[in-house]
Nanobody
Framework: QVRLVESGGGLVQPGGSLRLSCAAS????????MGWYRQAPGAQRELVAS???????NYADSLKGRFTISRDNATNTVYLQMNSLKPEDTAVYYC????????WGQGTQVTVSS
């Protein structure tokens, strides 16, 4: 069974940085795309960033330049480096992996506040 285990969330001041990690377990698991969505309270889930096995990346236009996604195919791990964080970045961040179906992590809370 595939598991996506997230870590790295927490409380940070505006302008600060966090690095999220998401590790996919399963020796035979191979995901075409891995990435991150986020969901703020009362809001719909929105795509943050994604990265393919070939290294192609996509970002939400509003986040490009502040957030960087990367992937280690050998360890089935995807990372999200978040810099210059703003209060509006506060949300639960969900890792996902797309293979023959989509898999979701449990979510990790990111709170940006003074």
């Amino acid at each position: 069974q595939v598991r996506l285990v997230e870590s790295g969330g927490g409380l940070v001041q505006p302008g600060g940085s966090l690095r999220l990690s998401c590790a996919a377990s399963g020796s035979s698991f191979s995901a075409n795309v891995m990435g991150w969505y986020r969901q703020a309270p009362g809001a719909q889930r929105e795509l943050v960033a994604s990265v393919s096995t070939g290294g192609s990346t996509n970002y939400a236009d509003s986040l490009k330049g502040r957030f960087t996604i990367s992937r280690d195919n050998a360890t089935n791990t995807v990372y999200l480096q978040m810099n210059s964080l703003k209060p509006e970045d506060t949300a639960v961040y969900y890792c996902y992996a797309l293979a023959w179906r989509i898999y979701w992590g449990q979510g990790t809370q990111v709170t940006v506040s003074s």
